[in-house]
Every structure is written in structure tokens, then in C-alpha cells.
């Protein structure tokens, strides 16, 4: 059974750093893209950021390029984002997600909410 | 940026009718485009892949159809469990976007 289990949320105030994991199962992490898409309170969905199985391609919002990092960890099944110079527009749920160009997010973690407030 | 948008934006339904969601691209997508249905406290759930491909255990009442920049998304008659948000996203050209959603509410 394909699970991601998202961690790593929580309170930080303005201007502070966060780094989100995602533990990935049930399926051969390698082979695949993965993304982080948020949703903000009462709001719709915002893709994040993807990076491709061996990390060669790494692609970002321009809402948070230069202050956020996606990374991973194949031999860990996991998935990181680093996420620095936090805003209060940064507040959301982030969800990590299997998918990334071309192809559908089949697959989602349960999310972990990131407050930035001070 | 592609931009999607959805419309309506909210509907009020009852069970037994058919719903329709349209979604609109700002540009060709070459049917890279997926639906989802949230909701609330809950991860989307992938519908519906390259426009009109059902996903694994979603139900036949759902289907999408469409092509080029204007998609549909049907559901043949609504149950109660369809009581959500939907939302459209194309993942053919970086970055990729999401519509804004369609509340499927009850009438």
C-alpha cells in the first residue's frame, strides 16, 4: 500500500526556518517525481515546488523560489523541504504528493500545517 | 503561467442530479490535465488523469472529456459522498496550476 506520511509543521515566527519531511512507502521512491503543494486556510490549492527521482530537475513557485529547498533522499524514501525567510503568507498546509510534470499527483500525504505568526 | 479557471466557481445540487465543471486553460495543455475532489480536513483525491482516464476505484459516474484548453469534468448522478471541492490542474508546462475550485454544496 502506497503511503506518505507528511511531518515537520508548526509554529514559527516571521522570518524563521522550517523543515518539512515526507516518509514515503508502498511503492519504489526512486522511480518517481515528487511535489509539495499547500493550501492556505479557506483557500485553494498552490503548487510548491517538484523534483524528479534522481533529483535532477528541481522546479519552484516563484512565491517561494530562493527561500525555499526541495531535496530527497532515495536510499531514505524520503522527502525534504527546507523553508527559510518565512512569511505570513506561508501559512498553509503542505502537503507532499507522487507526481510531477506530465504526470497526475496519484497520491498524497496527509498534509502538516506550517503557522507563521508571531 | 497556464492559468485554470473554474466555473462555477460554487453549485447547489441535489442527489440524482448531474453536475458539470468546466475548466478552462490560458493555453493548450495537450491534455496533461487532472481533477480532484477534496474534502474538508482531507488530502485531494485524484478523479480523473489525462482529461478522461479514470483513476483506480474512483466511480463511473465520474468521467472528464475535453481537449486543447477547455475541459469538463461530469458526475452522471450525485451522492451524498460527492459533497466537496473540485478542482481542476494541468502538469504539462512548469509551473504547474491548479483552478480555484468549484464547492459542490447541497441543495
Known amino acids: 500500500e502506497v503511503q506518505l506520511v507528511d511531518s515537520g509543521g508548526g509554529l514559527v515566527k516571521p522570518g524563521g526556518s522550517l523543515r518539512l519531511s515526507c516518509a514515503a512507502s508502498?511503492?519504489?521512491?526512486?522511480?518517481?517525481?515528487m511535489n509539495w503543494v499547500r493550501q492556505a486556510p479557506g483557500k485553494g490549492l498552490e503548487w510548491v515546488s517538484s523534483?524528479?527521482?534522481?533529483?535532477?530537475?528541481?522546479y519552484y513557485a516563484d512565491s517561494v523560489k530562493g527561500r525555499f529547498t526541495v531535496s530527497r533522499d532515495n536510499a531514505k524514501n524520503s522527502l525534504f523541504l527546507q523553508m527559510n525567510g518565512l512569511r505570513g503568507e506561508d501559512t498553509a498546509v503542505y502537503y507532499c504528493?507522487?507526481?510531477?510534470?506530465?504526470?497526475?499527483?496519484?497520491?498524497w500525504g496527509q498534509g502538516t500545517l506550517v503557522t507563521v505568526s508571531s | 503561467d497556464i492559468q485554470m479557471t473554474q466555473s462555477p466557481s460554487s453549485l447547489s445540487a441535489s442527489v440524482g442530479d448531474r453536475v458539470t465543471i468546466t475548466c478552462r486553460a490560458s493555453q493548450r495543455v495537450n491534455n496533461f490535465l487532472n481533477w480532484y475532489q477534496q474534502k474538508p480536513g482531507k488530502a485531494p483525491r485524484l478523479l480523473i488523469y489525462?482529461?478522461?482516464s479514470l483513476q483506480g476505484g474512483v466511480p463511473s459516474r465520474f468521467s472528464g472529456s475535453g481537449s486543447g484548453t477547455d475541459f469538463t469534468l461530469t458526475i452522471s448522478s450525485l451522492q451524498p459522498e460527492d459533497f466537496a471541492t473540485y478542482y481542476c490542474q494541468q502538469t504539462y508546462s512548469m509551473p504547474i496550476t491548479f483552478g480555484g475550485g468549484t464547492e459542490v454544496e447541497i441543495k
Open positions: 508502498g511503492f519504489t521512491f526512486s522511480s518517481y517525481s
Open positions: 504528493a507522487r507526481g510531477g510534470a506530465y504526470s497526475p499527483d496519484d497520491f
Open positions: 489525462a482529461a478522461f
Open positions: 523534483i524528479t527521482s534522481s533529483s535532477t530537475y528541481i
